[in-house]
């Protein structure tokens, strides 16, 4: 199976701190584990809201954070794993009126999808999906339930 280029939205950091449940924080670290395992890659883009809070969460300190901290910091380190867009070209040639419909603090992210030519936008928030799906119909976004049931799959023996 060829490697995929994901991009995940914010809701990753409060899940691998806990902020979520214990649940959660499992399932947001065991999708780390299965893009490692699958040789999937992360795209992202430094001095972003997103690489702020990546900062963040690799100074934790809470023991039942650092394991997920560790593998997270060697996926972005790693040059096969971490995959950052070179130029904001190719999302700078949208039209005005598709951005406009998309919320301001979440246009990084769609540029970083764009940019990367990531396939697989992973995100928790519906209104966002919903916009996506009305002024960026090309973009295949998955919420994040839907996607840890398909991609964890096999880890869970189903």
């Known amino acids: 199976m060829p490697s995929r280029l994901i991009l995940l939205d914010e809701w990753l950091f409060s899940h ?3 902020e979520a449940g ?11 584990e299965e893009i ?3 040789c999937d890659r992360i795209a992202w883009r430094p001095e972003t809201p997103w690489a702020r809070k990546a900062y963040k969460l690799m100074k934790e300190q809470r023991p039942e954070v650092r394991a997920a901290s560790r593998l997270f910091q060697r996926l972005l380190r ?8 070179s130029s904001p070209a190719a999302s700078a040639a949208r ?22 030519g990531a396939e ?3 995100t928790t928030d519906q209104k ?13 976004a ?5 996607f840890a049931r398909s991609y964890l799959t096999r880890l869970d023996g189903s």
Do not use: H
């Open 16 to 18: 691998l701190q806990g």
């Open 22 to 32: 214990s649940e959660r924080q499992r399932q947001a670290y065991r999708i780390l």
């Open 36 to 38: 490692e395992r699958r």
């Open 78 to 85: 790693d040059p096969q794993k971490g995959v950052i867009p």
């Open 95 to 116: 039209s005005p009126e598709a951005w406009s419909s998309i919320p301001e603090e979440d246009r990084y992210w769609l540029e970083i999808y764009i940019d990367a």
């Open 120 to 122: 697989l936008p992973v």
């Open 128 to 140: 966002l999906l919903d916009q996506l799906k009305r002024s960026f119909p090309e973009v295949r």
């Open 142 to 146: 998955r919420e994040l339930e839907e």
